[in-house]
């Protein structure tokens, strides 16, 4: 964990402080990247009659446990 009030500091007595928007745009963005790389779950909400299971990304590995492959399968075999 960062101290914000330790950094602000140490910007003033070096006399980067122009540089701490900079700091804080870059610590947002890196917040973002490890929420998109956190593990999750996902599940089909609207439709679930239709879409069964789930799909988990975890460690960068997506497992797709959903019917979907299945039910676009019989899509297919009806409009051809």
């Known amino acids: 964990m ?3 009030k330790t950094l602000k ?4 007595n070096t006399g980067r ?3 701490l928007p900079q700091i804080l ?5 890196e917040a ?3 929420a998109k790389q956190a593990p999750r779950t996902e599940t089909a909400k609207k439709h679930p009659e239709l879409l ?3 799909r988990t990304l975890e460690n960068g590995l997506l497992t797709d446990t959903t019917g979907k492959r299945a039910l676009l ?3 297919q ?3 051809s």
């Not at 500091?9 to 003033?12: A, D, F, I």
């Open 17 to 19: 402080l122009k540089l």
């Open 32 to 34: 973002v990247r490890i």
């Open 2 to 4: 960062i101290d914000y």
């Open 73 to 75: 399968e019989i899509y």
């Open 9 to 12: 500091e140490h910007l003033e």
């Open 52 to 54: 069964s299971g789930s």
């Open 25 to 29: 745009s870059e610590l947002k963005r």
């Open 77 to 79: 075999r009806v409009i």
